[in-house]
């Protein structure tokens, strides 16, 4: 053993209890990568499972001090690669600071560890009256932590935004040790620069983040729902617009294009139509809804829906959304497709679904286009094998510039991580980079967070 690692490691099981850190492959197999497919992976020097934030500060202290790379893990269900280890690292693994610290139903506000998993603090203050909106597809597996790193959206962002929107404060540790704070716990705070949204969406590369303060909302109200049917999902695209043009604002508005629904047709028979496209519609207005829902139906029409169909009550509603919710488990029952995640503006969102289908035509690869399409977020995933690797990347890469041209970005909510860490500099001018840069080594001078993840 080198004599660095022996001195790393000596110095870490110096401050750590025994369980907290291990340095055998074996406790790290499958803690190596995330979802996200092209995206390599190293080998740790250790894994280091923190009770507390003195333990993740003697952490970044050894590491900084010994110029180790360290990479924050919260659940690994990232889809960009930013989690994945990286040769001779410490993995910082958040699994066992999964405590939730306070619920304050005055200031409505969450106190919470990074641990916590996205579904068990919704329940939590659910037993409160309470609601966390921010809803990534791996909210039942997902941690807060890596939420917050990600900056995740989910289906619900058309109305109620995402994660930055209810992040009001951080404890954090930055490499040397310093435990650091940011943010508040008030309604408003404007002392200093916005640190906290600054930290969110960083991917671990700016500080490991060890307590969050979510603020809450009221529960919601009850919820309505509709489908309807569409000839081709170009005319499901327009109609999007044709919601957005009502004034009212849908708390979902879904795509699934005709690929996708065959996806999940073969995964599961759910009654969804043999052709065209699905748009998904909610309103959770409580007494509202049904009025919503009427605005919605006439909008889905006039923009030439084939059919609609509205849930008659609000478990009907909850069961088709569970439909829009089997599309992930099908697509991986169908492999790890290359999955982009534009973000264009609403009134693009027709020509990016056209372009698509004509980009998975042009290179021979499967393409499908489903998405959160309410805010011009869609998730085309491109289908490879060993024999078309090359066309699918291709295909992926062109998705982006598409998006680009259409006036998006390259990501609308899984970040930019190893898988697009490449196309970054296709969406920030290069003075940009400088200053992202610049602001990294403001917090890391010496490299060791997440090193070479998002940007060089
Ligand atoms: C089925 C499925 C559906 C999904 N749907 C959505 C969706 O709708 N919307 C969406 O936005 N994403 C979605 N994702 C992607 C993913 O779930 C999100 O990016 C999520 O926020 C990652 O959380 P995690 O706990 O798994 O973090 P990880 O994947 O473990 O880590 C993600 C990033 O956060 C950093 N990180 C984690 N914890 C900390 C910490 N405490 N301090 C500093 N950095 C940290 C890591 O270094 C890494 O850069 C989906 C993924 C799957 C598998």
Known sequence: MAATTARVLDRL??????????????????????IAPFCAAGEPLALVTP??????????????????????????????????????????SFEKMNRILEIDPLEQIAVVQPGTVNATLSAA???????????????????????????????????????????????????????????????????????????????GTLAAITEITVSLLAERDVALAAVGMFESTRAAAEAVAAIKATGRRPSMLELLDAPSIEIISSFRDVGLPNSGSVLLVRSDRGVHAADD??????????????????????????????TRRLLGPAIAAQGSPLSDDVCVPVGALATLVDGVAEIGRRHGVRAICPGHAGDG????????????????????????????????????????????????????SAPMLDLHRNVKAAFDPHGILNPGKVFD
Not at 13 to 32: I, K, Y
Request: with cysteine.
């Open 125 to 203: 203050v659910a037993e409160y009256g309470l609601f966390y909106p921010p809803d990534p597809g791996s909210w039942e597996t997902s941690t807060i932590g890596g939420n917050v790193a990600t900056n995740a959206g989910g289906m619900c962002c058309v109305k109620y935004g995402v994660t930055s929107d209810y992040v009001r404060a951080l404890e954090f540790v930055v490499p040397g040790g310093q435990i650091l704070r940011t943010g508040r716990r008030t309604i408003k705070g404007v002392a200093g620069y916005d640190l906290t949204h600054l930290l969110t969406g960083s991917e």
């Open 13 to 34: 099981a110096g401050g750590l209890p025994a369980p907290a850190l291990r340095t055998t492959p074996a406790s790290w197999a499958g803690r190596l990568r995330d």
């Open 377 to 428: 977020n869609l998730h085309p995933a491109i289908f490879y094998d060993a024999d078309n690797t090359d066309r699918a990347f291709s295909a992926f890469e062109e998705v982006m510039d598409l998006g680009l041209s259409l006036g998006g970005t390259i990501t609308g909510e899984h970040g930019v991580g190893l898988l697009k860490k490449s196309f970054l500099r296709r969406e920030l």
């Open 51 to 92: 009770h507390t934030t003195d333990e993740v500060a003697l952490v970044l202290a050894v590491a900084d001090a010994e110029r180790i790379p360290v990479v924050c893990q919260g659940a690994l269900t990232g889809a960009a690669g930013a989690a994945n280890a990286i040769d001779g690292c410490i993995l910082l």
């Open 293 to 322: 829902m009427a605005v919605f139906e006439a909008a889905f029409r006039s923009a030439g829906a084939e059919e609609v169909y509205a849930a008659s009550d609000p478990q009907e509603a909850e069961m088709l959304l569970e």
